[in-house]
């Protein structure tokens, strides 16, 4: 037996039994769902519920990561503090220009709320696109570890302006949608603000997704993404290209904002960093780079967020929500590298 042989044979049994150990934690998770589920099935569907509308949220800020990542194989960590200063933009127009609170009409917040997602949403596809401009192109021919520090640098930078404008105590905002039951069937219950922001996401992803695949400038983005210089040589502004990307982050870190601000009633200058770390996981989970997977991805934490702050048996607690979270990152990068929905790039050499 030859030893390419013999090497060969140890690196299937390797991976034999990392995917064993990978399935019987996928079964032991399945079998503490399935038992929430039969002890008290309402409380386990609004939990559902309620994880899938914080995971489409999560969703608009993990495909920022992924466009990005996706064309420069740049992890842009300044995404979640852009995506905080929506918040803060959001709250700054509707509360403190228009004066949105808990009894408007709908004839009134509906147009006020179309003027904050616009704002957010160019606020912060501008900032976004400043940053790349500024702090990113110079650095583009650089080694690797230049740009990556310099995003850790603009999210300190970011969240610091943040601390600047709401301060260092969480700052609260009127119950501006309602919050009254959509449906109330056997104790499972689903609230109007929750619809609505889960509903809103839904047009915003599909949006994106015609964008990337259907139109000329997504056909751009895709070519800069496999290779620049051929992308260039075909004709191809690739400093536009990857700017407009970095545009649309930006604007999805809006929307996120908008959307996460108006859900929770409670934003602070440091979301940005934790919930930016969040969205970074469900992006690996589902494949950075690969669109589709950074949203199944994220609405799969969502869910592992909720069930594990919500649910009766054996549940850690909220306490335990970030641990969790960034243990399944780790095992991910263990036990499957490319992600849920991502490809395995052979390995040159």
């Known amino acids: 037996?030859?030893?390419?042989?013999?090497?060969?044979?140890?690196?299937?049994?390797?991976?034999?039994?990392?995917?064993?150990?990978?399935?019987?934690?996928?079964?032991?998770?399945?079998?503490?769902?399935?038992?929430?589920?039969?002890?008290?099935?309402?409380?386990?569907?609004?939990?559902?519920?309620?994880?899938?509308?914080?995971?489409?949220?999560?969703?608009?800020?993990?495909?920022?990561?992924?466009?990005?990542?996706?064309?420069?194989?740049?992890?842009?960590?300044?995404?979640?503090?852009?995506?905080?200063?929506?918040?803060?933009?959001?709250?700054?127009?509707?509360?403190?220009?228009?004066?949105?609170?808990?009894?408007?009409?709908w004839a009134v917040m509906i147009p006020v709320l179309l003027v904050t997602l616009l704002c957010a949403m160019a606020f912060c596809a501008a900032?976004?696109?400043g940053i790349e401009r500024i702090a990113y192109r110079?650095?583009?021919?650089?080694?690797?570890?230049?740009?990556?520090?310099?995003?850790?640098?603009?999210?300190?930078?970011?969240?610091n302006v943040g601390l600047n404008r709401l301060g260092p105590a969480p700052v609260s905002l009127p119950n501006i949608l309602s919050h009254n039951p959509v449906f109330n069937w056997h104790g499972i219950e689903y609230d109007w603000y929750q619809l609505i922001v889960g509903v809103a996401t839904l047009p915003v992803l599909a949006m994106l997704m015609w964008l990337v695949q259907r139109t000329k400038q997504g056909k751009a983005m895709r070519a800069t993404a496999q290779d620049q210089d051929a992308a260039a040589m075909m004709g191809i502004d690739v400093n536009r290209t990857i700017s407009f990307t970095f545009f649309i982050a930006g604007a999805l870190a809006g929307v996120a904002g908008m959307f996460y601000a108006l859900y929770t009633t409670n934003i602070q200058f440091d979301q940005g960093f934790r919930l930016g770390l969040i969205a970074f996981t469900a992006a690996v989970l589902g494949g950075i780079g690969n669109l589709p997977g950074a949203v199944l991805g994220a609405i799969i934490i969502g869910l592992i967020q909720q069930f594990n702050e919500a649910l009766g048996w054996m549940t850690?607690?909220?306490?335990?929500?970030?641990?969790?979270?960034?243990?399944?990152?780790?095992?991910?990068?263990?036990?499957?590298?490319?992600?849920l929905l991502g490809e395995r790039t052979p390995e040159g050499g």
């Not at 929500?321 to 780790?330: C, D, E, R």
């Open 1 to 105: 037996m030859s030893a390419q042989t013999v090497t060969s044979f140890r690196s299937r049994s390797r991976l034999t039994v990392i995917d064993a150990i990978g399935l019987f934690l996928v079964a032991l998770v399945c079998v503490w769902l399935i038992v929430n589920l039969f002890k008290e099935p309402a409380a386990f569907a609004t939990t559902f519920l309620n994880g899938l509308t914080v995971g489409l949220v999560y969703g608009l800020i993990a495909l920022g990561y992924s466009l990005v990542y996706g064309i420069l194989e740049l992890i842009n960590f300044a995404n979640g503090d852009v995506f905080m200063l929506g918040s803060w933009v959001t709250f700054s127009v509707a509360v403190g220009w228009f004066g949105l609170g808990n009894t408007n009409s």
């Open 127 to 129: 900032l976004n696109t």
């Open 138 to 159: 110079p650095l583009r021919h650089a080694p690797r570890l230049a740009p990556l520090i310099t995003a850790i640098g603009m999210s300190f930078i970011l969240q």
């Open 316 to 339: 850690p607690g909220p306490d335990w929500t970030q641990s969790i979270v960034f243990s399944i990152l780790i095992l991910i990068l263990v036990f499957r590298p490319e992600g």
